[in-house]
């Protein structure tokens, strides 16, 4: 009978042994969170993945130190690198990042700062389309998050910049040099391309940025972009001169809003910081 007895105590003891190992890698965990945090906030980055891979090992339910090791990996992502050999441990590290925040999102599917992240990398190593595809989902969790409608009408902007540029270098034209009086020569050469290429681009980035603005009226840079997204609205024109005076006057409108925009937010930043001014 005593020999019975001793079987549950025994079980008792072990598993008393394992919770308090376990609690032990918890804290373990914790403190190379923090230290992870100090070193990525000192930009020192591989000391930085190091304490989080340890946390991680030592915790695999600690979302933030997934979190913080994929954001210190995109950190590490250098956007436009050219140079192929370069460019292969940039896209390892771009890899490594969007990993990191898919395993957050493992846990936390609605987490948007790893859909947020996952962009971010798609946008630095010019994925367009995935990164459109992810702020996206932002806004089907978060459909008032300025900042994504933002996002994606600069995606839509970049990408149809870059085709109004190269179209209109093969038919000899510099970009900027368009105006009311060469219209007609761009509808001849370049207009019906363009507008294959760049209509629905022009659309969808209009449209996501009127939202950002929106949501937040004194958003500046998202009026800066409506400008230009109007900017490449006229190329579109094709030879109408009166459709392409409404969208360069429209562009100029909106440049004139990001300026009252940027009046707006000064005149606050202003009066908050000589509010607590007392004259004797």
């Avoid at 954001?71 to 390892?92: C, H």
Wanted: proline fraction near 3%; include cysteine.
């Amino acid at each position: 009978m005593k020999s019975i007895a001793r079987i549950p105590m025994a079980a008792g003891a072990l598993l008393l042994l394992l919770a308090s190992t376990t609690g032990c890698k918890k804290l373990e965990a914790r403190d190379h969170l923090n230290k992870g945090v100090e070193a990525y906030k000192a930009t020192h980055y591989e000391e930085a993945i190091n304490h989080f891979q340890q946390a991680i090992q030592d915790d695999p339910t600690l979302t933030d130190a997934k979190n913080y090791l994929a954001t210190t990996y995109m950190y590490m992502v250098v956007p436009n690198l050219v140079d192929p050999v370069e460019n292969k441990d940039n896209l390892a590290n771009a890899q490594h990042a969007i990993d990191g925040f898919n395993a957050a999102l493992q846990q936390s599917p609605d987490d948007v700062n790893a859909l947020k992240g996952i962009a971010t990398v798609y946008f630095n190593i010019d994925k367009f389309d995935q990164a459109k595809e992810y702020q996206k989902k932002v806004l089907a969790i978060a459909p008032n998050d300025a900042t994504a409608d933002y996002t994606i009408g600069v995606i839509d902007w970049t990408v149809a910049y870059k085709n109004a540029r190269e179209v209109m270098a093969a038919a000899g034209q510099q970009i900027n040099d368009v105006d009311a009086a060469n219209v007609p020569k761009l509808d001849k050469k370049v207009c019906p391309k363009l507008d294959q290429m760049n209509s629905d681009l022009v659309n969808e980035g209009l449209k996501y940025l009127l939202n950002a603005v929106a949501v937040n009226p004194d958003y500046e840079d998202a009026m800066a972009y409506i400008n230009l997204l109007y900017r490449r609205k006229s190329d579109l024109d094709c030879g109408d001169l009166n459709a392409f005076k409404a969208d360069r006057a429209s562009a100029d409108q909106w440049t004139q809003k990001a300026m009252d925009a940027r009046k707006r937010i000064e005149d606050k930043k202003n009066a908050a910081h000589s509010g607590g001014v007392t004259m004797n």
